[in-house]
């Protein structure tokens, strides 16, 4: 039997942060040699929100140059664009099809947004479950790993599969394969430098609520010097009434690659005057071997055109195949 198969994606939507970073990348390049992989950039997504169309193309390569920059190996896994292979948008079509619309006006994600865009909300946004569900079963991936913001889309992803199998395939012989999410415990939810009680996110309006990979060290040491803090000394994980202390100390944690039990006793009777230059060196230190690969990386677009090129032709060849089946099974007349 072959490997296991993992597919997980990002929206080329502006910066990537340390939710992004810590949440997702870092989890697929600890696993990636384990499985088959495909990791996607989908900026199919990314217009579900009013985007802008001058830099859609320039941040598909950015976020495919940072999979690079953050270790993702081309020996286990395949690098692609979401919208370089039409199938995602078809089989998000059939699957439209069998989904029923209260399942997707429940999603958390599509409550949240479609408040901020008030009368503005188009169809894609409440759709993009939907699209989410078909980059995952195109490629009949076994395993998901994601931020633990994305687990109702998997739920609903789930859900997809067993009606689909249950209308449309023969008992016992599944169309459509089951996939398990991957949410680590540590980093699945990073939180807002401004507030502890927020994720991590993109669309903050305020640039001091997030560390982006890309941040140059005065852009890192001036976030982390003005992030919220609170008036307790001495540090410590997990007390409810210390968001920001047990969000700080989680990314001291994750970056210093040191264990919890050696943070927690290294920082146990620190103040914030003491902990927040470490924890701003442990950042820019991290960061730097990234950031020097991806400036390396996206200089070189014929590289990246040949690392994608190549990518859309093996996804595209899994994707068809899986496509096929389901039209088959819907009981479509294939194209002649
Ligand atoms: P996106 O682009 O919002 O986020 C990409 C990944 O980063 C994780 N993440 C976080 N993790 C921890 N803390 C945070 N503050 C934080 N913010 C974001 C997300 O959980 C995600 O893993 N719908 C998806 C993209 C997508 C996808 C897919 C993922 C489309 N198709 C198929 C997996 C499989 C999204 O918008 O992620």
């Not at 305020?206 to 540090?235: F, H, M, Q, V, Y």
Request: neutral net charge.
């Amino acid at each position: 039997m072959g490997r296991q198969r993992v597919l997980s994606g990002i929206q080329p939507t502006g910066n990537l942060h340390l939710g992004n970073y810590l949440g997702a990348i870092r989890n697929w390049v600890e696993i990636q040699s384990q499985y088959e992989n495909f990791f996607c950039v989908v900026d199919l997504h990314a217009i579900t929100l009013p985007h802008n169309p001058a830099s859609l193309a320039a941040d598909t390569y950015a976020i495919a140059a940072l999979y690079l920059a953050c270790g993702i190996d081309l020996k286990y896994s395949t690098i692609f664009v979401q919208s370089h292979v039409p199938a995602h948008a078809e089989l998000t079509w059939l699957l439209n099809c069998i989904t029923p619309l209260n399942w997707l006006t429940d999603m958390i994600q599509f409550k949240e947004k479609a408040l901020k865009q008030g009368e503005n909300v188009g169809v894609g946004l409440l759709d993009y479950p939907v699209l989410m569900a078909s980059d995952i079963l195109l490629y009949e991936a076994d395993k998901v790993p994601v931020g633990e913001d994305q687990k109702q889309h998997l739920e609903l992803t789930r859900d997809l599969v067993n009606r689909f199998n249950h209308q449309f395939a023969q008992p016992n012989q599944p169309v459509l394969k089951l996939p398990e999410p991957l949410i680590k415990k540590e980093g699945a939810r990073i939180m807002s430098l401004t507030d502890g009680t927020k994720k991590m996110s993109k669309s903050d309006p305020s640039e001091l609520s997030r560390i982006n990979l890309l941040d140059s060290p005065d852009e890192i040491n001036k976030k982390i010097k003005r992030c919220k803090t609170d008036a307790i000394r001495g540090l410590e994980f997990d007390n409810p009434e210390r968001p920001e202390c047990n969000n700080l100390l989680t990314l001291y944690m994750l970056l210093s690659g040191k264990s919890k039990e050696e943070v927690a006793a290294e920082c146990q009777d620190m103040g914030w005057g003491q902990f927040k230059p470490i924890l701003a060196e442990t950042t820019i230190n991290a960061l730097k071997p990234i950031q020097e690969k991806y400036h390396a990386v996206i200089k070189d677009k014929g590289y990246l055109e040949s690392v994608l090129r190549h990518g859309k032709h093996k996804a595209e060849a899994i994707a068809n195949q899986t496509l096929a089946k389901v039209k088959t099974a819907m009981g479509f007349s294939l194209p002649l």
